[in-house]
């Protein structure tokens, strides 16, 4: 795991028999946050969503993977 920005991100390499990278998995900080949004907004009114959602730092392309 490093440290970025907005928490750690999370890496698992999976070598074959040859030693070479077989599968590669990346769990970056947005992926959890993400997982948690429903938690984030409960309560909130329609108004102030889009402010909490920004100030989370998601991003669209993190969460393409």
Do not use: H, Y
Request: net charge positive.
């Amino acid at each position: 795991a490093i440290e970025s920005p907005s928490g750690e991100a999370g890496f698992l390499v999976e070598l074959g028999n040859d030693l070479r990278p077989k599968r590669l998995k990346l769990k970056t900080p947005g992926f959890f946050l993400a997982q948690a949004l429903g938690i984030f907004v409960k309560g909130l009114k329609e108004e102030q969503l889009s402010t909490c959602i920004a100030s989370l730092g998601l991003s669209r392309w993190e969460m393409d993977r």
